[in-house]
């Protein structure tokens, strides 16, 4: 039952979109039909499949390293107070930053292979990361921080044994974000230039009149994108078996 | 908040913001930082008076898309949470659909909407509206759902219609949960404008920025950045401002 309704939306959106093309309520040139689109994940495999690769691989590459570099300097900012308070402001100030928009000074400065793409995500990833790490390593428990300083604890053991594990609610929701944003900054950087890549085959078949071939692009890239979420979740589930799994209010 | 207070919730960002602009200064004059990819700070102040006046018109395009979109997405996704929130049936067969497209580059779609649409002001109002939508009908679908069953019995027993459940126990137990979703899409709500810009429009600072960066005007293009980051501070900041009155007995989100 619970997966029976959805479907059944699903269904009915896809036969609504297949009866007012078949009917020839939309021109073809504005909507394609479900079965053109169809057609073209067929046909287009190698192509659809190569560009995937690059996006996935510039977009997942992102996401390491962005989430990398962030966390660690979590754990660093996080044991000075001072440092916390003047960079927590601020890295919460700079969410608000449109970093997506400096893809084209970056594009001139990088050339347009992969870099420019990684760099975007790297940014776009970093900066909830940050704020979430910080938030999550100061929300441990304080008993037991006197606890482990009453067995004369090093700071790592402190930090390995009571602080990540606190925050790992809190790294994971900064994950979450980040595994579809990544694939929004790759797609998006692609747009200005490139010359492969999901984003890139999006712009080229739209100058060409080619709908049903930016259909199926858009359609691999939300599909590869939603399946990074679903392996975070999975990776999510696995270390943290205590959490709670559902957030849906039945 | 008292003096000493806003002293030390305000002073340490601001000496590091002095600390970076002035490294960034730096290393822009020692050639550290190439002038082709970020402009010193006084150049970049130079093309913020310089370029005001195509600033201030392409900004105003895009302020009506992200501005406008905001404003009807979130409208939206508070009815259909309303909707959602009331039938049981209604929220089995569409609330997994919401939560999975959470994990939708949305901004990604802006090309199919393009095609749909066309270019211009509508595809990229539609664009918005569609990424503030989904925050709101989620967050409202659960906050209209925390009302405390008590106060249900007592409007009940007081035979309250469901309007006034609605008006009275159900909308104020979800405003945290509605300003959640804002904040989310405020500050998303520019960005996305100006990302669609760059495939669906003719005007706008997203377009600003793509000319810009076309014909090597790194300084224009970093000044449209500028204005960007700007507004979606303004939104943001008007959205917590609207937070705080609506909710003075809310906790104030601490950072140190």
Redo the contacts between chains.
Sequence with gaps: ???L??I???AVVLALWWAVTALGWIDPL??PSPIAVAGVFWNDAGTLAYNAGVTATEAITGLVIGNAIGLALAIIFVGS??S???????A??A????I???T??????FGNGMEPKILVAIFLVFFPMLVNGMRGLRSADAEVGELLHSLSASGFQRLWMVRLPAALPFIFTALKFS???C??AA??AE??AADRGL?YL??FE?SQYR?AE??AA?II??LS??AL??IVVLIERWAMPWARHS???? | MTRQNAVSVLLPPGVLVVVIVGVWAWMSAHGIIPNYLLPPPLVLLKALVANASELLRHGTATTMEAVGGFAIGSLLGVGAAILLASSRWLRQCFFPLALASQAVPLAAITPLIVLLIGRGLPSILTVVSIAAFFPMLINMTRGLREADIGYHELLHSLSATSAQRLRMIELPAALPYMFAALKVSASAAFITAIVGEWIGSNVGLGYLIVISGQYFKIPALWAAVVVTAVLTLLLVGLVTLAERWAMPWAPRESTS
């Design positions: 039952m619970k997966v309704g959805p059944a939306v699903f504005v909507l107070p001072t916390r308070r003047s960079v927590l402001p601020l919460m100030a969410q608000s930053i449109p997506v928009a400096v084209p000074a970056l594009i001139i400065g595994a579809c944003s694939f929004v797609i998006v747009w200005v984003g999006i712009v739209s709908n930016v259909w858009v890239g939300t994108s939603m979420v679903g957030g849906r209010p039945a």
